[in-house]
Structures are given as structure tokens and as C-alpha cells.
């Protein structure tokens, strides 16, 4: 599959789907306490989902049995919504959500902690979210997609955290996944040009221990190897004007 490139029309389209899809991301968030379960998670987003009149980008997608991923501590992404699931002071949990509006696609996720967290957690938390910052700020056009990689490998590992190989950002826009893929490692100067009109979600996927995972036996939860703690967050950006801007623009998530 080719790269589509996307005119400002269709961006503004995109863009829409991209603010309700943050929007929703931000009344979850506010639902994030101790005592609540991943399961009461994906209730409140079917109920926004309602009530925006959109459709849920992840429900049914490859089989998927929920509207948004819950990942909790060592689970990196997909971690399926469970009643048994109930969070406590001291977890994290990413949550992974998108949406389709008039035929175009949002995807955005975000790492919350459940109270007091252990300050390693803490500082994995803040690292990531600003790997997710350097690896746009290298979106630029005549840059290549693996300077983006590049980009968030180098600031994770100045802390000793690991990005995760098995899993990638990836264009979006018309589908929830399109090329080019963008992984969170690698050498910079490599891979297609960024390029006007280009649409990706950029998704740094960051652990504590190894960089190694591993899927659950429901063929979707993917855990970290060694049960260290792993974070999550992630922006669909446009290439406008020479550079990404952020579309998933929250008031909790910017």
C-alpha cells in the first residue's frame, strides 16, 4: 500500500474525528479513580461515543471486543476492558480510543496513573509523553520518517527505558492503519520523506525493563517480558505547513 497523501479538505475531516476522539479521551480521564474497573472504562466509551454520534474505530476491528484498549502496568497495548479488572492506587493504565466520523479516522492515546505511583513510574510516565513531543517535532517536511524513530529512542534511552520493537505508528486517515509504518527505534536518515499532506499517528510504546513482549492467550493483550511496567501515549498529527500539528488536541492532552 502506497502513502496517501491528503488534501487540506479531507485534513479538516480528519481533523474533526481526531478533536471528538480527544474529547472523549478527556471525559475518560476524568473518570479514572481507584475502585473502577477497565470494564466500566468501555461503558462510559460507548456511552460518548453515543451521544457524539460517531462510530468506534477499534469495536470489531480484527475482532477486537471493546471500543477502547485498556492496558494496565506491565500490559503495553490492546488490553481487552474486564469487570475483574479493578484499579488500584499505585497502577497506570493507557488508554488507547479512536473513532470514525464522516468516513475518517482518529486514533489517540494516553497513560494515567491511579493515585501515588512509584516515582520510577512516575518519571516513565513524563519520559514518554515527551518522547511522544521529540518524535513530532521531527515530522518536518525533507526529514525521513526514521528520524522520528530516531528521535524517541534517543530521549528514552537517555533514562534507561526501553521502546518496544514489535509495534509500530502508522498512517491513518481513510483506515485506521495505512503505511508508513513508524516504529519507536532505529537509525535516523532512513524510510520515505516526510511530506506535505502525509496524516500519521506517532505512538511511543515505552518500558521500564526489556524492550521484549509478549501476547496473552487472548491474542490480544501484549505484556511486557519480564512484568516491568509500561507506558503508552500517542497523537495523530498532519503535516501542514512544513510541520505535524497535533490533531488529537485535548484540554487534558495538548
Excluded at 516513565?124 to 518524535?135: A, M
Aim: hydrophobic fraction near 35%; charged fraction near 25%.
Amino acid at each position: 500500500m502506497s502513502i496517501y497523501i491528503y488534501k487540506k479538505e479531507q485534513i479538516k475531516k480528519i481533523e474533526n474525528a481526531c478533536l471528538i476522539t480527544a474529547n472523549i479521551l478527556d471525559e475518560l480521564e476524568s473518570k479514572i479513580v481507584e475502585g473502577i474497573s477497565t470494564f466500566e472504562i468501555d461503558q462510559y466509551a460507548r456511552k460518548y461515543i453515543k451521544a457524539h454520534k460517531v462510530k468506534s474505530a477499534f469495536l470489531g476491528y480484527g475482532g477486537f471486543p471493546a471500543t477502547v484498549c485498556t492496558s494496565v502496568n506491565d500490559e503495553v497495548i490492546h488490553g481487552i476492558p474486564r469487570k475483574d479488572c479493578v484499579l488500584k492506587n499505585g497502577d497506570i493504565v493507557g488508554m488507547d480510543f479512536g473513532v470514525i466520523a464522516d468516513n475518517y479516522f482518529g486514533d489517540s492515546a494516553r497513560t494515567i496513573a491511579v493515585g501515588k505511583v512509584d516515582p520510577k513510574v512516575e518519571k516513565l510516565l513524563e519520559v514518554t509523553r515527551d518522547s511522544l513531543y521529540k518524535g513530532i517535532s521531527s515530522a518536518v517536511v525533507g526529514n525521513r520518517i526514521s528520524d522520528i524513530s530516531n528521535s524517541v529512542e534517543k530521549y528514552v534511552s537517555k533514562f534507561g527505558f526501553k521502546p518496544v520493537r514489535e509495534f509500530s505508528g502508522h498512517g491513518i486517515g481513510l483506515n485506521l492503519h495505512e503505511e508508513p509504518s513508524i516504529p519507536n527505534y532505529g537509525k535516523a536518515g532512513r524510510g520515505p520523506r516526510v511530506t506535505e499532506g502525509m496524516v500519521f499517528a506517532i505512538e511511543p510504546m515505552i518500558n521500564t525493563g526489556t524492550s521484549d513482549v509478549d501476547v496473552l492467550d487472548d491474542n490480544w493483550t501484549v505484556v511486557t517480558a519480564d512484568g516491568s511496567f509500561s507506558a503508552h501515549f500517542e497523537h495523530t498529527v498532519a503535516v501542514i505547513d512544513g510541520k505535524a500539528r497535533i490533531l488529537t488536541r485535548g484540554a487534558n492532552f495538548n
